[in-house]
């Protein structure tokens, strides 16, 4: 079970990082050279490499007659070979550079800690994992989740932004808000809040985020048998295989957290998207964040209107 959750979270970043699996572990079955991706570390090139840094780091401060720091060493290697290019791990020679041990206040070998991008000094925090590679690789792929930006929700205002937020991704969360007539801009601003938050639950998934409003993208709203029980209504597609399932609970952020939960266990029922293919989307103007109005009638000409009174005509009963 912890493997498969390893493993699920690897594929996770990878995708985040755009690493694909062929390239992710360059020397892992490679003891020999796996040591190349431990970066050497020192008093001088600390702070400019670590605490300058926009990278997350794992850092090992150790000796070299120490037993532990000794036996920690292949898995130490092996980890920084799987995790090249996700996370920085590097080694300090605490007995040589004794200005950055005393800095970080270093009394054992082997200590590790753990470095957030941007970190100063004080942000360090203690390594209290285990001492095997898929140890230190679960965790250093746990603190990049961590790290990821929440992802974007972004409005289908044509195919291009569509297929970036969604083809590459397990799957697409799509969203169709009422009109903005009948959901004036408070009120459409909340939709959005909880989509947002949402999206920010679910953010290690990696998933696409994507809203429109009623009758904007007809062929978006027929391929999913959208708007037939109302607004707003979601959608969760799963690109590659053409299928989705539809939100039936309440659309607020618990309603949709249970929903999403479900299918990321394999619970809920799918259905082919019509065509099984992806539908048009149309070009259209963005939200610009205000309330709607209703268009103004075109003033009609009524000089040539013969308006003079009928005399009434008798009616007989």
């Known amino acids: ?151 974007e929700v972004v409005e289908a205002i044509s195919q291009e932004v569509v297929d970036n937020a969604c083809r590459e991704k397990q799957l697409c969360i799509i969203a169709v808000l009422p009109h903005i007539l009948d959901c004036q801009s408070s009120c459409r601003k909340n939709y959005l809040e909880v989509l947002k938050e949402s999206a920010k639950k679910f953010k290690r998934n990696v998933w696409g985020w994507v809203w429109t409003d009623a009758g904007k993208q007809t062929d978006l709203e027929e391929a999913f048998g959208m708007g037939g029980f109302g607004y707003p209504a979601l959608a969760a597609l799963n690109y590659r295989k053409m299928k989705f399932s539809m939100l039936k609970g309440s659309f607020g952020v618990s309603g949709i957290q249970e929903f999403l939960r479900d299918l990321s266990y394999g619970k809920g029922q799918t259905a082919p998207v019509k065509n099984a293919e992806f539908p048009k989307i149309m070009n259209v103007e963005p939200w610009n964040g205000k309330d709607g109005e209703l268009p103004l009638e075109e003033d009609v000409d009524v000089s040539d209107v013969d308006l003079d009174e009928e005399k009434p005509k008798k009616t007989e009963l």
């Open 1 to 151: 079970m912890a493997d498969s959750l390893i493993n699920e979270l690897r594929k996770t970043v990878n995708a985040k990082l755009g690493i694909s699996s062929s390239s992710k572990s360059r020397g892992a079955n490679d003891e020999k050279s796996s040591g190349k991706y431990v970066i050497e570390l020192t008093d001088n090139n600390f702070e400019e490499m670590v605490l300058h840094s926009k990278d997350i780091w794992l850092v090992e401060f150790f000796a070299p007659w120490c037993g532990h720091c000794k036996a920690l060493k292949p898995h130490w290697e092996m980890a920084a070979s799987e995790l090249a290019g996700k996370v920085k791990v590097g080694a300090l020679d605490a007995t040589v550079h004794q200005a950055m041990a005393s800095r970080f206040g270093i009394k054992g070998f082997p200590t590790i800690k753990y470095f957030a991008p941007g970190a100063s000094a004080s942000d360090a925090e203690d390594y209290i994992g285990g001492r095997t590679s898929d140890d230190i690789v679960q965790y250093a792929l746990n603190k990049v989740a961590e790290n990821m930006p929440e992802p």
